[in-house]
């Protein structure tokens, strides 16, 4: 009778803290997320307005951020420890043989292991869907802001002063000026996209407009992912708005080829993938060996002669991850990641990534866009690095690979059905899905 007494007191008390830690953990996760897509925003505008922004200011901010990922992020998977543990004792090991330390590199890869693990871990679909449009939601209004009222958002949001006290800008990189947008928010040729709507390219809450037209890639791609669901309808407009926003020509681009290779995403093997971007950079390095190229326009094909002018002036230590270099290699993805990582490292966490097990066959389709993403802006840019647009990107990877996502038909049902096998009680059940064989598993 005493331990009936004692029963009901208890079971409350465990449900009450399951439920207070489920929703101390959604909170962290839209606070990380959230802060990581806005939080130089409001730097800026604290910068603007109130006291001068440091670049130690914005480092305290992302430790913040990814400090508050991570304590979602850690639970009793030994796998997330494990690669936490590689990871740093390899790029410790670097740092040893080169004689000083990049935390930087630390940081770039911090983020996609512990915002992945972070949607990993929450699995819960409808909190990825409800950033996703909130998100949206605040870039377009801030972009409206800025395009239609360019004056009031300037006293705000001076956004070229906020990066001249970083120390981003210099003062002869903008001419003497100390208030405006961006460098690159004036394109100084006609608007590729839409053209009568002037040279401002606009930026949100980016401050810089090339995350804004990449943001609006990962957007169309949560869209075409998620079938069934009502409010990607909503997204499409929303992520074409963006890349047109920031004349981002790579954005409608990538957002085109992901539609595209929609129905071709089940049966590209992840061999493919894999050797996909070494292959580009081999060919890349080759050409920019050959033809002695010292980089070339704002053009896709100039961007491509920057990449192979700037891998061919690579040292080998360099290449090898055990020398530094003071070269620019921003403008060249590849470069920049096998500068901070090494010819081991590179292939070792893009593998990592590309054979990464998903809970269901649907989960694929998500999955090689974003490879398809990362491949394709590591020719031009190492921006998919940065915490503002990388928070949600691979906190909905790591949501899609451990969700159940219910199967949706594709152009490949409707031209090849699945052959079907009598069950047991002689009912006709389709076979497994085939897409499993481009490596996801039940």
């Known amino acids: 009778m005493a331990i009936a007494s004692i029963e009901p007191s208890i079971e409350p008390k465990h449900d009450t803290d399951e439920t207070f830690l489920s929703g101390f953990l959604r909170f962290c996760a839209i606070s990380s997320v ?6 130089n925003f409001f730097l800026c505008f604290v910068n ?43 790029m410790i090991f670097l740092f040893t043989l080169r004689g000083q330390n990049d ?28 950033l996703v449009v909130w998100s949206a939601a605040i870039v377009l209004a801030f972009a409206c802001f800025e395009y239609f009222l360019l004056d009031i958002y ?17 003062l002869a990189e903008s001419f003497g000026a100390t208030k405006g947008l961006f460098i690159s928010g004036l394109r100084p040729e006609p608007r590729t996209i839409l053209p009568f709507l002037g040279q401002h390219r606009v930026s949100s809450v980016f401050l810089e407009p090339v995350s804004m037209g990449n943001f609006g890639a990962l957007i169309f791609a949560w869209a075409l992912f998620r079938r069934g669901w009502s409010g990607r309808w909503l997204l499409f407009p929303a992520a074409i708005a963006m890349t047109v926003f920031a004349d981002a020509r790579f954005g409608l681009f990538t957002c085109i080829l992901m539609a595209v290779l929609t129905p071709f995403y089940r049966i590209i093997p992840r061999t493919v993938w894999l050797v996909m971007p070494l292959f580009i950079l081999a060919v890349i ?57 090494g010819l081991i490292g590179f292939p070792a966490l893009w593998a990592l990534f590309v054979f ?20 394709l802006i590591m020719v ?37 059905p699945a052959p079907q096998r ?8 389709p076979s497994a899905e085939r897409s499993r064989s481009a490596g996801s598993r039940p």
């Open 34 to 39: 959230m802060g990581g897509l806005v939080f």
């Open 48 to 90: 603007t307005r109130v006291m001068g922004i440091r670049d130690s200011h914005v480092m305290l901010m992302e430790l913040a951020i990814i400090g508050t990922a991570l304590l979602v992020a850690a639970d009793r998977r030994a796998g997330f420890y494990l690669v936490l543990g590689i990871f740093t004792t390899y």
């Open 103 to 130: 935390l930087k590199a630390l940081r770039d890869i911090l983020i996609p292991i512990v915002f992945f693990a972070m949607g990993s871990r929450l699995r819960d679909i409808r909190l990825a869907d409800r």
């Open 154 to 170: 300037l006293e705000w949001f001076n956004v070229l002063g906020y990066y001249i006290s970083r120390g981003t800008v210099s």
């Open 285 to 341: 390095g080759a050409y920019g060996l050959s033809s002695g190229t010292h980089g070339g326009d704002n053009s896709l094909s100039g961007r491509l002669e920057a990449t192979a002018a700037i891998l061919s002036k690579l040292p080998l230590g360099v290449v090898a991850g055990v020398e530094t270099t003071d070269g620019f290699t921003a403008d060249s993805g590849m470069a920049y990641t096998l500068t901070k990582f």
């Open 356 to 375: 990464q097990p998903l809970r269901s066959a649907r989960a694929w389709d998500f999955h090689s866009m974003m490879i398809l993403y990362l491949i």
């Open 380 to 416: 031009i840019s190492n921006s998919f690095f940065s915490i503002k647009t990388a928070a949600l990107m691979w906190f909905l990877t790591g949501t899609a690979a451990a969700v159940s996502v219910p199967k949706a038909k594709s152009l490949w049902d409707w031209l090849a």
């Open 422 to 429: 009598p069950s047991s009680a002689g009912h006709l059940v």
